[in-house]
Each structure stands twice: as C-alpha cells, then as structure tokens.
C-alpha cells in the first residue's frame, strides 16, 4: 500500500469516526433485537456482516419475529435498499472504479459512506474503502458485543437508541445545505416522506421522497455550473 493510499484510507476511516456516537449504539439496539428474536449469536453476526444494511437488518429482525417468510423478508430488504441504486449511480459520477472495486464497494456502502464520501472533494477508492470501513468493522465488533450481551434487557426502542441515528444523519445533511436549491429539495423530500408514510411503508416512501428528490434537485441545477469544492469540506 503506498503512501498516498494508505493516508487517503486513513483519511476516510477518521472521518466517519464522529458518527461512531450514533452507530454503536444501533448496532448494540440490533444485536439484542435480534437476540430477543430468536436468533443465535451466529446468525446474528452473520446477518451483520452478509447483509450489513442497518435498517434491513432491524426489519428482518421484526419480520422474523412475527413469522413472515423468507420471500417476504428478501422483498422488503430489497424495497428498504433500492435508494442504494441511486447512491451508486450518484458514486460512479464522481469515483472510476474496476470491477472488483465496485463489489467490495457495493457491500460496504451505507448512507454514512455515501453522505461523507459525497461531501469529500478529494475522494478515490481508497478514501471510500476507509470511510465504509469505519462503519462495517464497528458495526461489526459492537454487534458481537450486543449478541454477547443476551436477552437481559429491555425493549432497545424504549432506551431511546432508535433516535440516534436519525440525528446522524441530519449530521450529514447539515453541511450539504448550501444553497437554496439544496435547503428546498431537502424540505420537499423531507415533508414527501412523512405525507407518503401515512398510507405507503416506509422503504417505499423514502424511496419515492428520494426519486422526487433527486429529480427536482437534477432539474433545478440542469445547465448550472458544477459546484466548487469550500474550505470547510476540506479533508482533516
């Protein structure tokens, strides 16, 4: 590993270790879900590393606990995940990977990595690998540690873990909010989501708040020129 890509990897991992507040105590919240569920310490490990997708893995969780079939569960794990279609396509705009690159990349990819690789001027693969690294090996490590932790405590929603994530997330939006353009597509997103939640799930309303999102905001800036880099956005 040379010089330059191992800073850029450390680079990365460093910079999504603010968001480990919010991360680890969901993936403790999943591990004891899936633990109250039924799973063994196995399975739930395995559906951490393989699937690694945080709110697929509490759906599956729920799902299974209610019974649902594993047709039923494959379906909603891909209707919660269809939006990483579009982070994808959003990446290859901005990162040339090769065919093996993409797969790891692929896997690894969370809103987390998008949000910070996406806010990143200087990206390269070894900055993305970093930055999904950072999220996979604690998600990982804190969900064995939850497993281990048994079945002893309560409800993980009535300790309040279930609101931490979504404050990191607004972590991640705060600072891509520089213009008017990006504040109004955040608000119509924001406020289609919770209108198309009341009678639609709730993977299929993020994904039609994204799509309108994302569609508005290409229309909105189709002919503008491309933004340039701002110190604030430099790397650490």
């Not at 460093?14 to 680890?24: D, F, Y």
């Not at 990483?84 to 797969?103: D, E, K, T, V």
């Not at 490590?141 to 009535?158: I, K």
């Amino acid at each position: 590993m040379t010089s330059v890509v191992a800073r850029d990897f450390l680079r990365g991992f460093r910079a999504v270790i603010p968001l480990w507040l919010g991360l680890i105590p969901f993936s403790l919240a999943y591990a004891v879900s899936a633990r109250g569920a039924g799973l063994s310490v196995l399975d739930t490990l395995l559906m951490s590393a393989l699937v690694f997708a945080g709110g697929s893995q509490f759906s599956a969780v729920g799902l299974l606990a209610a019974g649902a079939s594993g047709v039923e569960i494959i379906l909603t794990t891909l209707l919660l995940n269809t939006r990483h279609l579009l982070y994808g396509l959003s990446l290859s705009q901005r990162l040339s990977l090769r065919p093996a690159q993409r797969l790891l990349a692929a896997h690894c990819l969370t809103d987390e990595a998008y949000g910070v690789v996406l806010a990143e001027p200087h990206a390269s693969f070894a900055y993305l690998l970093g930055v999904e690294l950072s999220v996979f090996i604690p998600w990982n490590l804190f969900t064995l540690a939850g497993s281990l932790l048994g079945q002893g405590l309560p409800d993980p929603t009535r300790l309040g873990v279930d609101f931490v994530f979504p404050l990191a997330f607004l972590g991640l939006l705060i600072p891509l909010l520089r213009g008017s353009v990006e504040v109004g597509v955040a608000v119509l997103s924001g406020l289609l989501a919770l209108m198309a939640s009341r009678f639609m799930p709730g993977g299929a309303a993020l994904l039609l708040a994204s799509v309108v999102g994302s569609l508005t905001g290409a229309w909105l800036t189709a002919g503008a020129p491309a933004p340039r880099p701002t110190e604030e956005l430099e790397a650490p």
